[in-house]
């Protein structure tokens, strides 16, 4: 199995601030990671799939990167808005979600 | 718009098969996957499994010998049927998209129902 470790799993930031969220994956999964993100009793909504491709109507202050085993998720700008729980989801074999991060504006 | 909406009962006993249905309107489920994905109160997501229009079915291996899907494509519907619950299976249930290229057999979750708690207690 396929172990997604993501981090770190809270973060506090303040608006404006950049944050970055990793993902590690424990074998080469090429650039098969999505990433959503979760409002409190919410679904998730995909926000980056095949690693670095923005969803349609996403804004642009969310970008992802990495392939191989390390992947990084960031947000350019941080809004109020974002406050939510973001995950990292594979794709290689199966499915497979990290942990999750919980970000908190400071 | 595709949507997707969940439906069961909200309470299972200990031991009893929790058994759920999905749903779909604003698009066929025809020739897509569809998933289930649970979430405990407070944690992360696991990915449970997921059928095919024609019937496959992929499964979790950690829950594998106690999942069966089903779909019945005439209703739009497909099923989720857990057997031998415990607490540890308290948590919302969501039905999602599993959206695949057609040069890769895996992908992304595009669209999710609302999901639906579901809670194991005598």
């Known amino acids: 199995d396929i172990q997604m470790t993501q981090s770190p799993s809270s973060l506090s930031a303040s608006v404006g601030d950049r944050v970055t969220i990793t993902c590690q994956a424990s074998q080469d999964i090429s650039n098969y990671l999505n990433w959503y993100q979760q409002k409190p009793g919410k679904a998730p909504k995909l926000l980056i799939y095949?690693?670095?491709n923005l969803e349609t109507g996403v804004p642009s202050r969310f970008s992802g990167s990495g392939s191989g085993t390390d992947f990084t998720f960031t947000i350019s700008s941080l809004q109020p808005e974002d406050i939510a729980t973001y995950y990292c989801?594979?794709?290689?074999?199966?499915?497979?979600f990290g942990q999750g991060t919980k970000l908190e504006i400071k | 718009q595709v949507q997707l909406q969940e439906s069961g009962p909200g309470l299972v006993k200990p031991s009893e098969t929790l058994s759920l249905t999905c749903t779909v309107s604003?698009?066929?489920?025809?020739?897509?996957?569809w998933s289930w994905i649970r979430q405990p109160a407070g944690k992360g997501l696991e990915w449970i499994g997921r059928?095919?229009?024609?019937?496959?079915?992929n499964y979790n291996p950690s829950l594998k010998s106690r999942v069966t899907m089903s779909v019945d494509t005439s209703k739009n519907q497909f099923s989720l049927k857990l057997s031998s619950v415990t607490a540890a299976d308290t948590a919302v249930y969501y039905c999602a998209r599993d959206y695949s290229s057609s040069w890769y057999p895996w992908g992304l979750f595009d669209y999710w129902g609302q999901g639906t708690l579901v809670t194991v207690s005598s």
């Open positions: 989801q594979q794709y290689d074999n199966l499915h497979t």
């Open positions: 095949d690693a670095s």
């Open positions: 059928i095919y229009t024609s019937g496959s079915t």
């Open positions: 604003g698009g066929s489920i025809s020739s897509y996957y």
